[in-house]
């Protein structure tokens, strides 16, 4: 059986450090995906907007699985997002105000929502991550469909204050770990192997044709649910421990070279 879709996690995955990839070889590797029709899908838990801008070229072609499963865009049309309950939504602005994260970012279909308290210098790490952002002066003010919340909220990066947290919120929402060392607030039962599924439906790709890698824990569903997974190198020992191989490290291009491979032995079967 061939590979007929490979996703790839972006930060601490497909990207370097740098934020940065070898175009030149992953241009040489798109043109054999599009002679063998394998769909080259982008799945993370930033923001559609941001995510395309590293794909300039290939957006019209390509597949984002974005806020992780939260936001899906097949070929530059938008086929799915997630929607926050506007009672969940209360919920977690009077939640969160017990706990003060660093910050918080409201990303919604149509722009993310930074509250007007944020220094200059958050601002500005937010809008790296959410190109499209504005400010608001309460949770409570936004008037758009809510797909995720994005925190940086260091006592949430330990496993009692997330279950905490989940539980004030009745679990309408959970807590999960994203690559860039953020914690994400996302609806249970959207994430990126239900983005992943989504695209498959369209494009008729059964399980056994999916290949997917990532590193941390929001990339656990889509590497239990691809037949072909790869954790990086330095992945948590969590997503080492559920995919099937480990490959090498994201300044090393390992996602790039695997990739290369998995086409490779397309060609032979």
Known sequence: MSVKLIAVDMDGTFL???KQYNHEYFDQLYRKMKQQHVEFVVAS?????QLSEFFAPYKEEITF???NGGNIYLHNEPIYHAKVPKNVNAKVAQTLSHYKPDFIVACGFKSA???DGLTDEEYKMASFFFPQIQKVHALEDIEDDIIKYSLDFAAAKTSPIRDQINEELNNELVLVPTGGGGI???LP???KATGIK???EQLGIADDEVAAFGDNGNDKEMLNHAKYSFAMGNATDEIKGIARNVIGNNNDEAVLKTIDQLL????QN
């Open 16 to 18: 370097d450090d740098q």
């Open 198 to 200: 989504k695209v498959q």
């Open 45 to 49: 838990g930033n923001q559609y907007y």
């Open 65 to 67: 699985v974005a806020e």
């Open 113 to 115: 929502y930074a509250l």
């Open 184 to 186: 994400d607030l996302i």
């Open 189 to 191: 039962k959207v994430h």
């Open 264 to 267: 490779t032995e397309n060609e």
